[in-house]
């Protein structure tokens, strides 16, 4: 099975920067349109972006539109979020996942999603 490490969570101001990125230890993940997720406290798990196998397309949440960008490199087997303008809102545990099957209305889904990683925290201060 698939296994997925996020690293690059960490503490931040509010309007700084961050980038956290996801990478598998033991398959090739070009193969594999890959998500980012979020879950603050008491809150359910919520799509942030997705990327395609490719990187050809991309999907957004509409609250992090214009603030963060996804990026894939897949000779070095890694998928980055880049998070610019974080806001205290922000703050949440960032998972990223992957999916064999890619479809532009269904990416938020989490069951599309049948690896995952333990999750990387995310907090920005105000």
């Known amino acids: 099975q698939l296994q997925l490490v996020e690293s690059g969570g960490g503490l931040v101001q509010s309007g700084g920067s961050l980038r956290p990125s996801c990478t598998a230890s033991?398959?090739?993940?070009?193969?594999?349109?890959i998500g980012w997720f979020r879950q603050a406290p008491g809150k359910e798990r919520e799509g942030v972006s997705c990327?395609?196998?490719?990187?050809?397309?991309?999907n957004y949440a509409d609250s992090v539109k214009g603030r963060f960008t996804i990026s894939r490199d897949n000779a070095k087997n890694t998928v980055y979020l880049q998070m610019n303008s974080l806001k205290p809102e922000d703050t949440a545990i960032y998972y990223c996942a992957a999916a064999r099957r890619y479809a532009s209305g269904t990416w938020h889904r989490i069951s599309l999603y049948n690896s995952w990683g333990q999750g990387t925290q995310v907090t920005v201060s105000s």
């Open positions: 990327i395609t196998s490719s990187g050809g397309s991309t």
């Open positions: 033991r398959f090739p993940l070009d193969g594999y349109a």
